[in-house]
Nanobody
Framework: QVQLVESGGGVVQAGGSLRLSCAAS????????MVWYRQAPGKQREWVAS???????TYADTVKGRFTISRENAKNTVYLQMNSLKPEDTAVYYC?????????WGQGTQVIVSS
């Protein structure tokens, strides 16, 4: 059974940094694309960043240059390093993967950026 567990959220002042983690189990982690999404209050969930098995990364324009996605296959973990945080980055952050055509989501971790 695939499980994704996010951690690392919290409250930070604008301009600060946080690193989110997503630990995966029940899947062949090294082969899978891993994705971070976020959902701000009253808004739709939006894609943030992706990393594939070759560690190729892509980012939403809103976070490019500030966020870095990475993976550590030995630990079955994907990270999201968030720097220069802005109040508009406030959201619940989720990691997601797809295994055999089925999307799996973590429970999310809350990030609050105060101005």
């Amino acid at each position: 059974q695939v499980q994704l567990v996010e951690s690392g959220g919290g409250v930070v002042q604008a301009g600060g940094s946080l690193r989110l983690s997503c630990a995966a189990s029940g899947m062949r982690f090294s082969s899978n694309v891993m994705v971070w999404y976020r959902q701000a209050p009253g808004k739709q969930r939006e894609w943030v960043a992706s990393i594939n098995r070759w560690h190729t990364t892509t980012y939403a324009d809103t976070v490019k240059g500030r966020f870095t996605i990475s993976r550590e296959n030995a630990k079955n973990t994907v990270y999201l390093q968030m720097n220069s945080l802005k109040p508009e980055d406030t959201a619940v952050y989720y990691c997601k993967t797809n295994v055999d055509g089925i999307d799996y989501w973590g429970q999310g971790t809350q990030v609050i950026v105060s101005s």
